[in-house]
């Protein structure tokens, strides 16, 4: 069958069968027209080559301008000094590639396929058979390889960096109260702000109980004032005390079965001395009150952006890790302990005639009375006497090697059980830290002890630190939030209450929050590539036509595509935490609309 082969002067010439074997082979033509070309692998070096290198100088130069630049706040503000900014600096340095690799990345593919447009190569690569795509090889894999890079860098150095940052400027707590009660000012501690005339800090070791509790902190205050807050802001209750203790204990997050318990948090516990509270519009004094238990998050483990990739996968699963869930599941469990508390203690007393409560020292009280009904004024249970002699019975059996007689009797004609009051009556300044499960107060009136007994009779008796066998409370600290939400529907049977709603939207947002951060870090790495292929291909296009002469006009062709595509990414992680996956056409439409772009400048430049 006849070919067509193409004569040295480029004319075609039809050759026929006997010419198509060795001779033909022979023919000059026949190797311009069949013979392909090889592999530019020496282009293809020269350009990976002057590629990285711009793109190295370019990212280095932003990085240290960047990072310089985000640590003169904080020496600004007194917490880094100079040796302290360089560190802080070096540190920031890595996390600054997130923003400054891609748009580097863009610089140095536009002045490198620039400088090739003006030197001709691009047209000599053409004249010798190579297509526009095999010109744009090396930025392709300059492109997958920046990336696949900043993919890594996204997902797990870049957190640990961040964490590291966020510990050399954050503040512990007794710093904070330290230096803002001594200086006049209030310290906010989440839904507590507080004010007082001075504060000291005094070690544990000091006072033998203090330090049995395992407090690492312990501040002491003098004219001492709270306010309470609760999540609107509204001022719920207020408390003042000639003194007040803080003491500060590291405690381990709980999770439910399957997870790692990690520190991630401390909690304080605030200890007010002789003084008044008021709450709900009700006053009462009181020697020892303390008020409900503060988290204290650690800052670089309680945000998101501080997490790993299999971390943020881990969270979904397990959110109460972030002290802000973690909270809301202890008052939902703090609820749900007091109203199965109550039921419990009204169905023993009603069932058996008598309630067996738990003491401080590991004894047992047991009380016999004929009734128990809840008082609203005082927020507690009223328990009625019994018909037989008009008194309430009370047993406490001591615990073994306490040198105390085993049991006590006592009479009271009056009873008043409070459900989670504190422990208080111990010498000095004890806090409440070691106490498991909800504590119980019970008020006793006009008491009378056993014959044979030194206290002899007492107007009023309280006796505090108590709890119920098998106290719910200690029971739901192992259960995850789903079980939580789930369980408070099961008990209250007309809804969820306000706790639990307030859980679920709090965890619903995490999960929000958590998705816009995955697809952030993916677009990112995704925009890295576009943007070498955007800047590659717009000085391609136009410094070959030389419509922009100068590299730094062609550069503004691609920027502020780029630009805002990385606005987009920003703007739509914020609208994915906030609206959820409506905001994911926000965050990707910046890449898809910057690749567009770079696809219609690319089918210019073949046109062309």
């Known amino acids: 069958m006849p070919q067509i082969s193409i004569s040295p002067a480029g004319l075609p010439v039809q050759l026929s069968e006997a010419t198509t074997g060795r001779a033909a082979r022979r023919s000059p033509g026949y190797y311009h027209a069949n013979v392909r070309p090889r592999t530019p692998v020496t282009l293809w070096r020269h350009t ?10 370019t990212a280095i130069a932003l990085v240290v301008i960047i990072a310089f630049a985000a640590g003169v706040r904080w020496v600004a503000e007194g917490k880094l000094g100079a040796l302290e900014l360089l560190r802080f600096s070096a540190l920031a340095s890595v996390p600054m590639l997130a923003y400054a690799l891609p748009f580097a990345a863009g610089f140095g593919a536009t002045l490198t396929f620039h400088r090739m447009a003006q030197d001709n190569e691009v047209s000599a690569a053409h004249a010798g058979g190579m297509s526009h795509s095999t010109v744009f090889v090396p930025a392709i894999a300059a492109g997958l390889t920046l990336a696949t890079a900043l993919a890594v860098l996204n997902e797990q150095i870049i957190p640990r960096f961040l964490r590291n940052m966020e510990e050399m400027v954050t503040e512990d707590l007794t710093k904070v109260m330290l230096a803002g009660i001594n200086a006049g000012q209030a310290v906010d501690l989440g839904r507590t702000k507080v004010f007082a005339d001075g504060a000291i800090e005094q070690h544990p070791e000091l006072n033998e109980a203090v330090a049995a509790t395992g407090a690492i902190k312990w501040l002491r205050m003098s004219n001492f004032f709270a306010l309470l807050e609760n999540d609107r802001g509204e001022t719920t209750g207020m408390a003042s005390a000639q003194e007040a203790h803080i003491f500060v204990y590291p405690t381990e997050t ?36 303390s008020l ?11 945000d998101p952006k501080f997490l790993t990739f299999g971390e943020l996968r881990a969270l979904r699963e397990y959110p109460e890790r972030m002290h802000f869930v973690e909270t809301r599941r202890r008052t939902l469990i703090e609820s749900l302990a007091r ?3 109550s039921r419990r203690i009204q169905t023993q007393l009603r069932d058996n005639g008598r309630i067996a409560l738990l003491t401080p020292e590991g004894g047992r009280l047991v009380l016999r009375a004929a009734d128990i009904t809840f008082d609203e004024p005082s927020q507690g249970f009223i328990i009625e006497p019994t018909s ?12 073994e090697g306490t040198g105390r007689d085993p049991v006590v009797n006592r009479e009271a004609r009056a009873a008043v059980l409070r459900l989670g009051a504190t422990r208080s009556g111990a010498p000095g300044p004890i806090p409440v830290a070691n106490i498991p499960g909800l504590p119980l107060e019970l008020e006793l009136t006009d008491v009378s002890t056993g014959p044979g007994s030194a206290a002899g ?15 719910p409370y200690t029971e739901m600290l192992t259960m995850s939030p789903d079980e939580l939400i789930a369980l408070d529907t099961q008990i209250r049977g007309e809804g969820q209450s306000r706790e639990a709603r307030d859980l679920e939207r709090r965890i619903e947002r995490l999960g929000r929050e958590i998705t816009s951060k995955q697809h952030e870090r993916a677009a990112m790495a995704i925009s890295c590539l576009v943007m070498v292929l955007c800047g590659a291909v717009t000085a391609l296009r136009l410094g070959a036509s030389g419509t922009a002469s100068t590299p730094l006009a062609v550069y503004l062709w691609s920027f502020f595509p780029a630009l805002g595509s990385i606005v987009s990414i920003a703007s739509g992680q914020r609208l994915v935490h906030d609206e959820g996956v409506i905001g994911l056409l926000a965050l990707w439409g910046g890449v898809l609309g910057l690749a567009v772009y770079t696809l219609m400048v690319y089918r210019a430049v073949k046109r062309h």
């Open 48 to 57: 990976l080559w002057e590629l990285f290198k711009l793109i190295a100088i």
């Open 254 to 289: 709980t999770v439910s079965s399957g997870a790692s318990a990690e520190t991630t948090r401390g909690e304080a516990v605030v200890l007010l001395v002789s003084g008044v509270a008021e709450t709900n519009g009700r006053y009462a004094r009181f020697d020892e009150h």
């Open 292 to 302: 409900p238990r503060i988290a204290i998050p650690y800052a670089f483990s309680d």
């Open 339 to 341: 109203l199965q508390t």
């Open 388 to 399: 037989g002699n008009g008194a309430i019975l009370i047993d406490e059996l001591a615990p």
């Open 457 to 471: 009779d007492r107007k009023r008796v309280v006796l505090t630190g108590l709890a119920l066998p098998g106290d």
